[in-house]
């Protein structure tokens, strides 16, 4: 066996390199370094004999203990390597999570489907440049009735029967339509509204009917505005929010505040068109309208030989029921969260 | 409306099928809901003549009948005892069928019957089940039944208000002849006028009364009106009476004008006068009831008693009855106004008052007076001796100008002129061309059309609407602020939702005197009520959205969905001075806390306080401020239905703008809501801003910062508010930012004392702040929370 300073790197390195090879972790193997290494490490405590050797000597001496230095660093960097290497390899057993289930999945708020269909419809309406109105839900029978062509003992009454409030003879808007003439008072065309909001008739409530319901409403008025603007735009409206493969039936109707009036419906999505229990004769009625009435243009404060227009109404609480499959009207208003909790 | 395609078939020769044919009416603008093929199904029923009649041995109930169908006689054994030798009836030969029925010779008490003579509820052909029906004498033996009673569809019919000339066959014939340009065969009118004779009918109220027409008829014979009639009102659904009768409501279905006739001798003086109803006056209806009128009413009288109420129904006293010989025909037009009230006071609705309520034309009148006597004199004979037209204020016929750029303009589709002319002739417009114009007279049975749009829906929907090319509006677009109000309400749908509270929308109708006043504090005190309610518990407007989320509360609480957490964004209604009825947007949250008692409830609100928090900064609003509410010691006044000790108001610039807090035990026992619940409601337009701030960036801080903890133990009800501001005060401007971490109020404490914990933050813009400096500050603030509140302050 070398005796001295040599003798000493020698065994050191044997051992530094055993000890290397067996530790298993890297906290182990950082311990290792520190005391291997480290200031007060057994190779500085070598190193620090080297004053004592002659001037020969101490080179040679030095240069073996450098050359240590940097194998012992080298060993220790490979060991931590494979250990590293062999660590992800277990990781399949070792950290192994069971993901085949969600335990307390984070629960979001639901938003009202009368909500999600308005915003269907405003986003709609939005790519073609038109603004929401909003009006008064206490209206007075001008705006309600009289602006619109349908005078006190009117038969449109008849299908419009209305809560009246204490107040001034106010009552509640039987229809969003008294928003156009809101609007046509307070601006100048070119106008391109949609006005969503609730009305209110004295109608028993059943599956399809209540005293209080949706509608959205909306209003062109522009120089040269015809009924193929309205069908393309009702085309437009109804393919975007029930698909592009539906149809669009127009009919001849009839509105007091429109001339001509149309309705409008989309083929079913049940039956596409066939006609099923869902539909009438494979058509759903989506909205009506028509060609603003000259008298109504008027009661707007806009002159009917330079501008035209169309107005179109629809029921909210319809829309939502064809697109969501509601069978019952009641519930949008019972607010039960077994109803909620599905949109 | 109940259309009879075989009825229909008089006026015009229809080839199409009845689908097609319902769906081009559908789309000229007279929806058909529905075809329905009448109920008529047998087969092998024959007419037979009954030639005798003797007694079924053995029985009493049935007898035989010797009946022929033109060879030899054959026995039947009936049980029927409404025959005589003579009639001819619909008999149901051996192999015949009666709907499932298969009908065979079968043996009564040893006598065998060939088969069976039948009812009109057998064959479906009317309801009367106590008799055999009883044909037409005219029929002739051996005839299949199927040719006096042809298989009839029929088409139910919705027509818009606007049309009631089109709620009859004619008017129907008329717009299938338009659309399938065919030809129309007018019913003839026989022009036999006789001498006016005014002093039969005389109008005393003519505000009421456009026209009267009336004709008296004497000696005729009141009999069943023959088969041929009888099939057509059963197909429009119209239940056979007697010839009079039924010839009065066919000409209604026929030409749209309601008719009446009187038994002219029950008509005291001999004279009809139109009038008002005295108040008081009482009239015994022919639906048997008895009717106080008033001075509103219409009345059809005789010189002393009103004899029918006018347009509505007719009266008991005068009507046609069986041995009634002289009738008096009326078909007037009666004011829609008049007849809309009247049928609204008495709450009776019938054939006639809905068709007058519509407003029908007075040309009607005469020709169906006309048309009817002329019915009468071939069904039940008589004389028709004196008429009597009533007209004040004739109509006066408008001209209408159109041309064919209008209709281009307003369709969108090139329409030519020639083909506008023909659609609007077919449709029995009267047309002058003048080059490309047309001078348009609308017929005289229509009064909806004035205006050359009008013409423009006339032309439009018989050309088709399908014809229209689909255009969107020109390019230009106003601009304006798109959505703004949309982008605030849709903000704070999202971080409710992302907040785990489900969007509730409640009924904007509550109970006045039943609903809690549980409300922001700002809300009006008083409800605007409803005048006409639908029901006592829908008969106020709400002013808060807080009951009916509470309500929706306890409704999924018993639907074992305890816990749910609601949120509504809607309009409320507050009693004003000067709108009378403001209507601000409200936003508002609920949760139920169905366990856990005072300490969940506390969690719970803590949490609403955060989501409001959170909104606001989602909205750019940096700090929401809460202030606790000073409940006045006796009556809680506005904030009523709140705990006193738990609940705030939410701040905006220091004002209040809505309210946060836990729910009274005492409201909640009312509710019949289990457990504890806290609520929120604000202004909306408030607490978003009027739709969110935009927000603006600051330069970052160049210098470090320092924290430092502070923790305030102080006793009794001193709010957290107060002492935030107290280190605000004291903190000076190098506190940049304060927040509260935790607060704490238990065992490790003397009673009502609570420990309080915030974090500080301090920095400069010009230099790092050393700690002495921040030493200081901190020991100012601590000197401070102990002058003013006594608190021990660790840091
Ligand atoms: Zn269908």
């Given amino acids: 066996m070398t005796q001295g300073v040599a003798g000493e790197l020698e065994r050191l390195r044997a051992s530094a390199r055993e000890r290397i090879e067996s530790a298993t972790d890297q906290k182990a193997l950082e311990g290792l370094r520190v005391s291997l290494l480290g200031k007060k490490g057994e190779l500085t405590t070598i190193l620090r004999q080297l004053g004592g050797l002659p001037a020969a000597d101490r080179a040679a001496a030095g240069a073996e203990a450098n050359q240590l230095k940097d194998e012992i660093f080298q060993w220790i960097t490979d060991r931590m390597g494979g250990l590293e290497a062999k660590r992800h390899t277990a990781l399949g057993d070792t950290e192994w999570v069971d993901l085949t289930f969600v335990p307390n999945p984070v629960r979001r708020g639901h938003l009202h489907p009368l909500t999600l269909i308005l915003r269907e419809v405003k986003a709609i309406f939005s790519r073609l440049g038109y603004e929401v109105a909003l009006?008064?839900?206490?209206?007075?029978?001008?705006?309600?009735?009289?602006?619109?062509?349908?005078?006190?003992?009117?038969?449109?009454?008849?299908?419009?029967?209305?809560?009246?409030?204490e107040a001034d003879d106010l009552l509640l808007r039987t229809h969003t339509s008294p928003v156009q003439i809101r609007f046509m008072q307070s601006h100048k065309p070119p106008i391109r509204i949609i006005a969503p909001g609730a009305v209110y008739r004295r109608d028993a409530t059943d599956p399809s009917h209540g005293s209080q319901f949706y509608q959205v409403e909306g209003l062109v008025v522009d120089h040269d505005i015809r009924l193929s603007d309205l069908k393309g735009t009702i085309e437009y409206f109804a393919r975007s929010l029930f698909g592009p493969e539906r149809r669009i039936r127009i009919v001849g109707d009839h509105f007091p505040f429109t001339e001509p009036s149309i309705g409008a419906a989309v083929s079913c999505g049940i039956c596409g068109g066939i006609g099923c229990r869902s539909c009438k004769g494979g058509w759903l009625e989506i909205l009506g309208a028509g060609m603003v009435h000259p008298q109504v243009l008027r009661n707007g404060g806009i002159d009917p030989e330079r501008y035209s227009g169309f107005a179109f109404g629809a029921g909210l609480d319809r829309l939502a029921m064809l697109k969501y499959n509601v069978t019952d009207l009641r519930l949008f208003l019972e607010n039960d969260v077994r109803f909620l909790r599905q949109f | 409306m109940l259309i009879s395609l075989n009825w229909l078939k008089e006026y015009v020769d229809i080839t199409a099928d009845a689908p097609t044919l319902a769906e081009r009416l559908t789309l000229a603008g007279n929806e058909v809901e529905r075809i329905a093929q009448q109920e008529v199904d047998f087969d092998g029923v024959v007419v037979a003549e009954v030639k005798s009649l003797r007694p079924l041995p053995g029985s009493t109930k049935n007898q035989i009948a010797g009946v022929t169908t033109g060879g030899a006689a054959v026995e039947v054994v009936t049980g029927a005892w409404n025959l005589a030798v003579g009639d001819r009836v619909p008999y149901a030969t051996p192999g015949s069928r009666l709907g499932d029925r298969r009908i065979e010779t079968?043996?009564?008490?040893?006598?065998?019957?060939?088969?069976?003579?039948?009812?009109?509820?057998?064959?479906?052909?009317?309801?009367?089940?106590?008799?055999?029906?009883?044909?037409?004498p005219g029929a002739t033996p051996g005839q299949d039944l199927h040719a006096l009673y042809p298989r009839d569809t029929i088409l139910e019919l919705e027509i818009k208000s606007n049309r009631p000339d089109l709620l009859c066959h004619l008017g129907i014939a008329r717009e299938v002849g338009a659309i399938f340009n065919l030809s129309v065969r007018e019913p003839k009118i026989p022009k036999t006028r006789s001498s006016d004779a005014p002093d039969l009918v005389r109008i005393d109220a003519p505000d009421g009364c456009r026209r009267f027409v009336g004709r008296l008829i004497t000696g005729i014979t009141v009999a069943p009106s023959p088969p041929w009639m009888q099939a057509r009102l059963r197909a429009a659904g119209v239940r056979p009476i007697s010839n009079i009768v039924d010839i009065t409501n066919y000409v209604m279905l026929e030409s749209g004008q309601p008719m009446h006739a009187f038994d002219y001798r029950r008509l005291t003086g001999g004279r009809i006068v139109v009038r008002r109803a005295r108040d008081g006056e009482e009239l015994a209806c022919l639906d048997g009831k008895t009717r106080r009128l008033t001075a509103h009413d219409m009345v059809v009288a005789d010189t002393e008693r009103a004899q029918g109420l006018a347009g509505i129904i007719g009266g008991a006293e005068s009507a046609v009855q069986a041995a009634t010989t002289d009738i008096v025909l009326e078909a007037a037009t009666w004011e829609p106004r008049s007849i809309r009230r009247t049928a609204r006071m008495h709450g009776l609705r019938t054939e006639a008052s809905s068709r007058f309520e519509k407003g029908l034309s007075p040309a009607l009148s005469l020709p169906a007076v006309e048309r009817a006597a002329a019915l009468v004199a071939e069904l039940s004979g008589g004389t028709a001796t004196r008429a009597s037209d009533v007209y004040p204020v004739p109509l006066t016929p408008a001209t209408i100008e159109l041309d064919a750029d209008r209709i281009e303009r307003v369709l969108g589709v090139r329409v030519e002129i020639a083909d506008a002319a023909s659609i609007l002739e077919r449709l029995r417009f009267i047309v002058k061309r003048a080059g490309a114009r047309l001078q348009v007279q609308p017929p005289a049975f229509r009064l909806d059309c004035s205006i050359p749009e009008d013409l423009v829906e006339e032309i439009g929907r018989v050309h088709g609407y399908d014809r229209v090319p689909s255009t969107l509006p020109g390019a230009r677009t106003p601009v304006r602020d798109l959505f703004e109000r949309r982008d605030a309400d849709e903000t704070a749908r999202e971080v409710l939702a992302g907040r785990e509270l489900d969007e509730a929308v409640t009924s904007s109708l509550v109970s006045a005197d039943g609903t809690p006043p549980i409300a922001m504090p700002s809300a009006a005190q008083a409800v605007v009520k409803v005048k006409n309610p639908m029901a006592e518990n829908r008969d106020a407007l709400r002013r808060s959205l807080l009951p009916g989320l509470l309500e929706a509360l306890a409704l999924n609480a018993r639907q074992d969905q305890g816990g749910a957490r609601l949120f509504e964004l809607g309009s409320v209604f507050w009693k004003s001075a000067v709108n009378a009825v403001d209507e601000p947007q409200a936003l508002a949250l609920a949760a139920h806390v169905p366990a856990g008692g005072a300490d969940a409830a506390v969690a719970e609100l803590r949490s609403l306080q955060a989501t409001l928090a959170t909104m606001r900064d989602r909205f750019a609003i940096p700090a929401t401020a809460f202030k606790q509410a000073d409940f006045p010691s006796e009556n809680p006044g506005v904030f009523a239905g709140f705990h006193p000790g738990r609940t705030g108001e939410v701040l905006d610039d220091g004002e209040p703008i809505g309210i946060v807090g836990e729910v009274h035990p005492q409201l909640l026992a009312q509710l019949g809501l289990p457990g504890r619940a806290v609520v929120a409601e604000v202004l909306f337009d408030r607490f978003s801003a009027g739709g969110g701030r935009t927000p603006q960036a600051r330069p970052l801080a160049r210098f470090p910062g320092v924290r430092r903890d502070l923790t305030v133990l102080i006793r009794g009800k001193i709010a957290a508010s107060e002492v935030l501001q107290v280190i605000r005060q004291q903190g000076g401007y190098t506190l940049r930012d304060i927040s509260m971490v935790s607060e704490y109020q238990g065992p490790q404490l003397e009673a009502g004392a609570r420990s309080l914990s915030f974090r500080l933050h301090y920095q400069a813009d010009d230099r790092t702040l050393t700690n002495e400096e921040v030493a200081a500050v901190q020991q100012r603030i601590i000197d401070g929370l102990n002058a003013r509140f006594g608190a021990e302050v660790r840091s």
Wanted: proline content about 6%; some cysteine.
């Fill in chain 2, 106 to 136: 079968k043996t009564f008490l040893g006598v065998p019957s060939a088969g069976m003579l039948c009812s009109a509820i057998e064959l479906g052909l009317g309801e009367d089940a106590a008799g055999i029906m009883i044909l037409d």
């Fill in chain 1, 135 to 165: 009006g008064p839900q206490v209206e007075d029978e001008f705006h309600n009735f009289e602006a619109l062509n349908i005078p006190q003992d009117h038969p449109a009454r008849d299908t419009m029967d209305s809560f009246y409030v």
